[in-house]
């Protein structure tokens, strides 16, 4: 991910409808005005912001073009989020037990324990239903649809299996053994002081399970959560122009002066990308 | 049933078609053109030009990729393919699309929303080789396999190919059943183009092996490099036919116009598409007619590359697009103009004005527009006397892919049209939604063998469905209508795609460009513009 960030600039290839332009309602760009360059440039990049937060909250496109489809990768995503909302507000929880004392629990004397107890539970709960429900949802899809199932590769199937283990394995701690998930805060708690002290087994089967699947994450695709961001501002929505003098400019020259490689007839190879483009001849 | 084509069936059974296309599992049209026009849609190539070229995608011949004579020189193809693909995915040698490839790359989740949105996907029965995934799958899974080596694993995360002359040489032909209009791509939701792999495709085989349409390369950029114009039109040839233009103008409007031509210092370059000059005069006049009553400070470029805005290279190969492009903008830098203007083609637009902007320097910058907003301008300002009533005849318009999804350039024509054309109506989907003509990314004037019968069948095939659409409530042919295409390639397709199915006759349905309806609209012209007849 990290070669792709620091990959050279690049031609442009933007795509509309490009959301921080002021006519993003139907796709419309600045080179739309009269002598765009005489005039200056109307860009919201909240809109923008805004736009692709709507989007990953949403789904949207999915919902519009692939419904089918949507009804599993919804619950499957927003499990996601949850879950590691979750884990975060059991680490939180615990941090104010060990700091300050707090209780965690419905009848909290400070609010604050009662609204964490409350959105600790209504948050896990969710996260397992609809993380379960996605897993199931887009496996059957997945195997049903013939289509899907043609451009399935094993690390696919293994995914919502280890995914719906990931999320069953919460579901049913919650469910038979701490429908209060305290033992989380617990867990965590004594690793903050440095105690040891066991927790249930299922609780611990599912925090080992979760933390697998937090080191697992980074080598699956799922990293397309940021590379997203990377895709629509630096290439969909990328319509920068080039203005003599921008640092835009210096980037381009020092591409401009890299040796051309290719072996093609046509092409002056071993020469610069700026000779090859000013050759008249085919490549000679 | 038909047996379902799987990826690695590319690289099996290279002496049969992958597939063949027929008649009924084309998407169908609406009457009168529901039958098939000819009993197999596609002709079948000739014995000797099936022992000569590879055929074995489905039967079709874009490029005409000569089959190897021996085992070695398969061999020797194979690895040539390998170290471009090396090169392709090499910062040094591909900074101008390393980054939007590489994302495009990994990160398809495999969802196939994309299918939905493309043309020729739809428009063919939905054929599993024309899947916009389909190319982009099996490139991924090469580039896992044979350059990144991932041996027993990367079956297991990216599945199994096999390469060998088969798969590549099929890779090729299908890099040339995809017209690049991105429509795909719109609706991914992690930001995936499977046109750009299309491109990036096409690009290895021309900078590494050499391969491409001969109608994109050899008689297209590096004929336009050579005499001035991919139509093979010279300089010489070019002032003869603005004087022809001047002739003609006097005859149809009964006023002498001079056409500037190398007028050192003008505000504007005019550039149109070759092809305007060589096929539809009336467009190239009718901007002459309208900047010259606009009383525009204007000029043609006679130079070599000067009269000719086409730049294929953005279809195929970077290097070349690159030449044409800087030909193109020195030649206005000659002539001290203050900016050039784009006519109507859509993808000399992308070309020089969103494509060649990062490959431009301060020595070598130049404003360039698209004619849209400099036409808004001079509609909307007065200084054309303008009846709508000249227009009053249904009219639609097709939304030129270059321009729209591309460039954003969407509302100005629509104004325009408001404003000139009382019976205009929208296509659905139109805008940055539309579909392409079918003569996308080079398709329009590619002629090799039977590589037109595809496109007028599948390529074009949901382009005529929403032109007919459109028109469903005015089908009787004795009312004319007239698809407003402003793009030259976009014409050369629907001419030939209209003539195909024989629409003019059947159905009364005419296809030009936007000046031409502006000009028959300005009221100190006498007679109509237009001339309703095939051409």
Known sequence: MAKIVRMPIHLRWELYPVPHEKGYKYGGSYLEELEWWTKPREKSRMRSILFLIKKYLSFSEYFRRNRSYWFGLYPWHIGFYLIVFFHILSFFGALLIATTGLAIIPESTNILGSIIYYLTVIVAVTSFILGTVGSIGLLIKRTADPDLRAYATPINYFNYLFFLVVFLSGFFAWLFVDPTLASYREFWVNLITLKYAAVEPATYTHIMLFSLFLIYLPFTRSTHYITKIIAFFKVRWDDTPNLPGSSMESKIKKVLSQPVGWSGPHIRSGKKWSENATSNTEGK | ?535
């Open chain 2, 1 to 535: 049933m038909t047996k379902r084509i799987k990826i690695k069936d590319i690289s099996q059974n290279p002496d049969q078609k992958m597939l063949n296309i027929t008649s009924e599992e084309l998407v169908p049209l609406p009457p009168p053109y529901d039958k098939p026009v000819k009993e197999t849609p596609i002709c079948s190539l000739t014995k000797e030009q099936e022992d000569k070229y590879e055929c074995s995608l489905d039967g079709v011949v874009a490029i005409g990729i000569p089959k190897p004579k021996s085992k070695e020189e398969e061999e020797k193809l194979v690895n040539s393919f390998l170290k471009g693909l090396k090169k392709l995915l090499s910062k040094e040698n591909n900074w101008t699309f390393l980054q939007p490839l590489m994302l495009s790359l990994e990160y398809c989740g495999k969802c196939l929303s994309c299918s939905q949105e493309c043309p020729i996907y739809l428009a063919s029965g939905k054929q599993e080789i024309y899947r916009p995934n389909y190319r982009a799958e099996v490139l991924r899974r090469i580039i896992k396999k044979y350059l990144k080596k991932g041996g027993i694993f990367s079956k297991f995360s990216d599945g199994d190919i096999e390469l060998n002359w088969a798969t590549i040489a099929r890779l090729a032909e299908l890099s040339y059943r995809c017209t690049i209009c991105r429509r795909c791509a719109q609706s991914c939701t992690r930001g995936v183009d499977n046109g750009l792999i299309t491109h990036e495709l096409r690009k290895l085989f021309s900078q590494e092996m050499g391969i491409s349409a001969k109608e994109i390369h050899e008689l297209g950029t590096v004929q336009q490099l050579k005499t001035g114009a991919s139509t093979g039109l010279t300089p010489k040839a070019f002032k003869g036919i603005v004087q022809f233009m001047e002739e003609e103008i006097e005859e149809k409007t009964g006023k002498k116009t001079k056409i500037p031509v190398d007028k050192q210092g003008a505000d504007i370059l005019l550039i149109h598409n070759s092809g305007e000059y060589m096929s539809w005069l009336e467009n190239p006049e009718a901007f002459a007619i309208i900047l010259e009553a606009a009383g525009m400070n204007w000029t043609l470029s006679s130079e070599l590359a000067g009269y000719e805005g086409t730049n294929y290279g953005v279809w195929y190969d970077d290097v070349q697009f690159s030449r044409i492009a800087l030909k193109q903008i020195e030649v206005a830098r000659k002539l001290g103009v203050k900016k050039i203007v784009v006519g109507e083609c859509g993808h000399s637009h992308k070309a020089i004005t969103v494509i060649a902007d990062r490959i431009l320097t301060k020595e070598t910058y130049i404003p360039r527009e698209s004619f849209l907003p400099v036409l808004e301008d001079i509609v909307s300002s007065g200084k054309l006397k303008l009846d709508p009533k000249r227009n009053d005849f249904p009219v639609t318009l097709h939304d030129p892919c270059n321009m729209v999804r591309l460039m954003g350039i969407v509302e100005p024509q629509r104004r325009i049209l408001r404003k000139i054309c009382p019976q205009f109506r929208e296509m659905e989907p139109h805008g940055v939604n539309n579909y392409c003509c079918g003569g996308g990314s080079g398709f329009a004037i590619m002629h090799s063998m039977n590589f037109p019968d595809w496109r007028v069948n599948v390529a074009g095939r949901m382009k005529l469905k929403q032109i007919l659409e459109v028109f469903k409530d005015v089908s009787d042919p004795a009312i004319k209508k007239y698809v407003c295409a402003p793009c030259s390639n976009c014409k050369g397709a629907l001419r030939d795609l209209l003539s195909y199915y024989n629409v003019w006759e059947k159905s009364g349905i005419l296809y030009g460009g936007l000046v031409e309806l502006v000009v028959n609209a300005m009221t100190d012209i006498k007679q109509p513009f237009i001339e309703w007849e095939w051409r």
